[in-house]
């Protein structure tokens, strides 16, 4: 007891002193799209391998119970960037290319508060916050974007890889082409898949040239990959290598990309002043068939307040602050990442609500548990399930499934069924996969689950029982 008792004042003591030394540390955040739990090596991918996402998990900590604030594109981006579930502010869903709104210029973004602690704030990669000039990422806190503005399906092509030519096609009236925008200006236009294959590489070419380029100065990178969202593409230098056709190839491209990250990382010789973070917006498009990820066993996928749909692989590393190989079983989400920052960084939260915590505890190995419970919001406001501890209550609502119907393959999606849910209560300790309701045997557990839910109905509304909330605000409109 003395020896642990030594060994923990020790860690805290360095860890403080670390902290202290590195004042302002360069914060890189990789955002996958459509990531299932399943689909890194340490969470049992088969076929292709994730050595540099592993050596991360090695080289720092793997974190087993982390969600994103929401399932899907939009809403799951807005949470991470201002750590708060995202229909308190108004966004929800994916955003359309015809979508008039966007994220409102008095929500505070990570890359506000760090630039205004003179950070380097760069993005390369998809934003889907809002494709008009007052919503793009420069009008964010981000000195310098690249990327396409939503998801990379929102093109007028088919499914086979072919620009559609019928002019009576929904898709060919309603998206024009994929447009690759630097800064507030379209600098080319996305038109096929082969054009598709340059974006993992060119996301991370522009991010080295960033850290190199901001070596000497702190600097936040946000690099949210398009893909494995599909249509998925991948460069000639990993096409056919490995033994999981194109959805492994693209698995591997990515883990190379985390790699030449850490790289430049390493040869800056910055490893013991920059946060990495790998994580997802959410779980896997399972009725994609062959071109989607591996929830790893969890419940449903994308698109679900189920584990599959919100449960997602997440990394971090951070030498001399994150112990070596550590996992951290507690219940975290993407919602925390903002006041974790804020709380290593000095950085200032803003002056209205925000749902995150700071987990800064859990990166330095401690098994404090710093967040109680989390929400999980769906749609238009519509609470859908809540977690404390081990414990989920499944509130009633009707759900996207992907039982009981076959997905399509090679690019093609399959349909949804569609399922409605009682009042469940699931031991997630002993039962990830959401299969055995114990309400029954628990129910005072059940009652303490709804008082928590009232009280995300009383403060943010719920459109499944008819509440308003006291404490929402507006999205950003034209």
Known sequence: MVRYFIYALVLFSTSCTNIEKNSSPNIVIIFMDDLGYGDISNFGAINYKTPNIDKMANQGML??????????????????????????????????????????????????????????????????????KKFLPNSHGFDTYLGIPYSNDMWPVDFDGNQISDTSSWKKKTYPQLPLIEDFEKVREIKTLEDQSILTTLYTEKSVEFINKNKDRPFFLYLPHSMPHVPIAVSEKFLGKSKQGLYGDLMMEIDWSVGEIIKSIESNNLSENTLIIFTSDNGPWLNFGNHAGSTGGLREGKGTSFEGGQRVPTVMMWDGIIPKGKIANQLSSTIDIMPTIAHITGGQLPDHKIDGVNIFDILRGTEKEPRDHFYYYYGNNNLEAVRKDNWKLVLPHSSRSYKGVLPKNDGHGGPYNRIETGLELYNLRRDPGEEY???????????????????????????????????????GRL
């Open 63 to 132: 974190f087993t119970n982390f969600y994103s604030a929401q399932a899907v594109c939009s809403a799951s981006r807005a949470g991470l960037l201002t750590g708060t579930y995202p229909n308190r502010i108004g966004i929800s869903g994916a955003l359309m290319p015809y979508s008039r709104k966007g994220l409102h210029k008095d929500e505070i973004t990570i890359a506000e508060m760090l630039k205004d602690q003179g950070y380097a704030t760069g993005i390369f990669g998809k934003w889907h916050l809002g494709h008009q």
């Open 437 to 475: 309701d114990v309400i029954a045997l628990y129910p005072d557990i059940a009652r303490e689950l709804e008082d928590l839910a009232e009280l995300a109905r009383a403060d943010m509304g719920d459109n499944l029982t008819g509440r308003k909330g006291s404490n929402i605000r507006k999205s």
